[in-house]
Structures are given as C-alpha cells and as structure tokens.
T-cell receptor, first 113, second 112 residues
Framework: EAGVTQFPSHSVIEKGQTVTLRCDPI?????LYWYRRVMGKEIKFLLHFVKESKQDESGMPNNRFLAERTGGTYSTLKVQPAELEDSGVYFCASSPSLNYGYTFGSGTRLTVV | QQQVKQSPQSLIVQKGGISIINCAYENTAFDYFPWYQQFPGKGPALLIA?????SEKKEGRFTISFNKSAKQFSLHIMDSQPGDSATYFCAAKKGGSEKLVFGKGMKLTVNP
C-alpha cells in the first residue's frame, strides 16, 4: 500500500510569489488533513477534509491560504502571495475514518525568501 | 497559548538507558493522547497512544504513563537503542474533534 505522498519535497520561492503544494492520500482514505510546523514550534493543524468537503478549517492562518480537494482524492494547498512567515514544513495526513490514527506524508519544506 | 507543553527539548542517553519525555496539558476535554516518532526527512509516525481511562500502556520497549489528576503524561523508552534517535512529539485530541494538538517535540539522541 502506497503511503501519503507530498509534492514537492522542497520549494524555495520569493516573497509575493505563489506556491501550490500537493498531497495524495492513501487510496480510500476519506479524511485528509493539513498541518504545518514552523521552525522551532509545534506542529499546528490547518484543516480537515472529509472527501471533498472542508470539515474544519479553523487552523488556516489567513485568506492567503486556499485548500482544495476536488473529487475527494488528492488535495492542494495554495499560498498566494507567500510571506516570509509562511516558511515551514507542511504535512499532509490521511485516515480511513474518524477516531482512527493518521498516516502522515514526509512533508513539503517551504522556504520563502 | 500552548495547550500541550513538552519537556525536555532535547535528550542524550547512552545505549541501554531509559529515555523519559514528559507532556502536560491544560484542556480537560482532551481524551486521546498519542505519541509520534519522526525521523529526519520523514513525517511523524504514530508510536503509541492512550486514553484517560487507563494509567499505563506498554508496547514493547515503549510505555505511556498517564496521570489524569495532574494532567500529565509521559513516554518511557526502555533499553534505548541508537535506532531510537529521532524527534518525539506528544499530542492530544478532544472528543468529537479530529484536530491533533502537538507539543513542540523533543530530539532524542542515543549514543552507541
């Protein structure tokens, strides 16, 4: 069984540019989560999809961040325009049902310069 | 406001020693407490988890101790091995929510 795949693994962009991160969850997992770890800080929740619907987006920092999950399969997280404080590692995770352990991807390290 | 506080930030132990990582939480609505292990370049992986109806859970060399009244829980790694060198995160989740709240993480180094 393939794990959670994230692309790209690293991205370096300039302030003001746009970046799109992609997550492919484990096949059949309806629940998809985005988390972020800023250097030295804790891993923080961004949002939760159930299939294509946003179940909880309370952790999204501001309207520069847009997450989508078209068709309930892969998900994208777009940052537009990127700011310096957006730098960090963005993790995606998936689970087959609620109250079930997550499987995390390896993350995308985003650096905004 | 940090809801889950983890300590220490880093730990160095000798092979065969015991590693102990502590976490404290504020929110009494939390009812699920997992520990995650993360190796460099990888995502966090679930190691072991506990619910507040038990005070201890053991899986192999890994044990969670839970103190509900003190709002604290800890991870003990017995007979620590160099392969255990990783970053460990404690986390907590409220009933009815799928949102995990993480501690800041602790980097463990086990010397051979």
């Amino acid at each position: 069984e393939a794990g959670v795949t994230q692309f790209p693994s690293h991205s370096v962009i300039e302030k003001g540019q746009t970046v799109t991160l992609r997550c492919d969850p484990i096949s059949g997992h309806d629940n998809l989560y985005w988390y972020r770890r800023v250097m030295g800080k804790e891993i923080k929740f961004l949002l939760h999809f159930v299939k294509e619907s946003k179940q909880d987006e309370s952790g999204m920092p501001n309207n520069r961040f847009l997450a989508e999950r078209t068709g309930g399969t892969y998900s994208t997280l777009k940052v537009q325009p990127a700011e310096l404080e957006d730098s960090g590692v963005y993790f995606c995770a998936s689970s087959p049902s609620l109250n079930y352990g997550y499987t995390f991807g390896s993350g995308t390290r985003l650096t905004v310069v | 406001q940090q809801q889950v506080k983890q300590s220490p930030q880093s730990l160095i132990v000798q092979k065969g020693g015991i590693s102990i990582i502590n976490c404290a939480y504020e929110n009494t609505a939390f009812d699920y407490f997992p520990w995650y292990q993360q190796f460099p370049g990888k995502g966090p992986a679930l190691l072991i988890a506990i619910r507040p109806d038990v005070s201890e859970k053991k899986e192999g060399r890994f044990t969670i101790s839970f103190n509900k009244s003190a709002k604290q829980f800890s991870l003990h790694i017995m007979d620590s091995q160099p392969g255990d060198s990783a970053t460990y995160f404690c986390a907590a989740k409220k009933g009815g929510s799928e949102k995990l709240v993480f501690g800041k993480g602790m980097k463990l180094t086990v010397n051979p």
